[in-house]
């Protein structure tokens, strides 16, 4: 339940009054730091709490915008784009927990799952796993049941079929492959659920730092494929969860 929700509830219940119920709706949208504006009503108008991008933040900086989150309601915080060094820093910080092979640090309590299905990650190669493992994490972060495939790119076909079940059963599955991105087309070929294709960096010179798996994948005959930005397993995730929980919405 959002903030907002439970602020309409209590009214409802005449645990509060109406003016403090308007209070709430007439804060400031955003809590003004200085070197940043943290939203805090995008739970209100998206659903999910602001996400806080680790790269070209300093520690201390990251630092201050979990601490307003925090003064403001928000318990549950993902930091992506975190290094070794900033999250040493972060470590004191109540419930933190860094992910490494992501590069992402979370704090707070686990969200249950409660999407209508599972949301597959299916990675061609180890190189991929950083990007993999940003998704996966993400995915887990906002409420989804998911499932890992790695290292089943189609220079070893019979690494990714033999998930068959796994991938044909998940409401999304998200593609993750560098070199020629053939990955996602094979897919895309194989399932009936949305495919979001995620190029990443990795490949010889001619891959052009990940333009060659995103041009591959965005020239993809398999219907159902949309491409994300190179290297983006965050926002991967993101779309992915948005999808799996469009029936819990339409609920609502």
Not at 80 to 89: H, N
Request: aromatic content about 6%; charged content about 25%; hydrophobic content about 40%.
């Amino acid at each position: 339940m959002t903030d907002a929700k439970k602020i309409l509830e209590e009214l409802k219940q005449g645990r509060i009054s109406t003016d403090e119920a308007l209070l709430y709706f007439q804060k400031e949208p955003y809590a003004d730091i200085g070197f940043a504006k943290v939203d805090m009503k995008r739970s209100l108008v998206q659903g999910n709490g602001e996400v806080i991008y680790g790269a070209g933040k300093s520690a201390e900086q990251i630092l201050s915008i979990i601490k307003t989150m925090r003064e403001n309601g928000q318990e549950r915080i993902l930091v992506t784009r975190l290094s070794d060094e900033k999250a040493a820093v972060l470590e004191d910080v109540k419930g933190f927990c860094y992910h490494r092979e992501a590069c992402m640090g979370t704090a707070g309590e686990k969200k249950e799952a409660d999407g209508i299905g599972r949301i597959a990650v299916v990675s061609a190669g180890t190189s991929d796993l950083k990007v993999a493992e940003e998704a996966a994490l993400t995915a887990e972060f906002f409420g989804n049941e998911t499932v890992r495939i790695y290292d089943a790119g189609v220079a070893g076909l019979h690494r990714l079929l033999s998930n068959l079940d796994d991938l044909m059963s998940a409401s999304v599955v998200i593609a993750v492959a560098g070199m020629e991105g053939a990955l996602a087309s094979v897919v895309g070929g194989l399932v009936s659920a949305p495919v979001i294709a995620v190029p990443t960096s990795v490949g010889y010179g001619a891959s052009f730092g990940g333009i060659s798996a995103l041009l591959s994948m965005l020239n993809s005959c398999s219907s159902g494929v949309s491409v994300v930005n190179i290297d983006n397993g965050f926002g991967a995730a993101y779309q992915a969860s948005l999808i799996n929980h469009m029936e819990k919405r339409s609920e609502k």
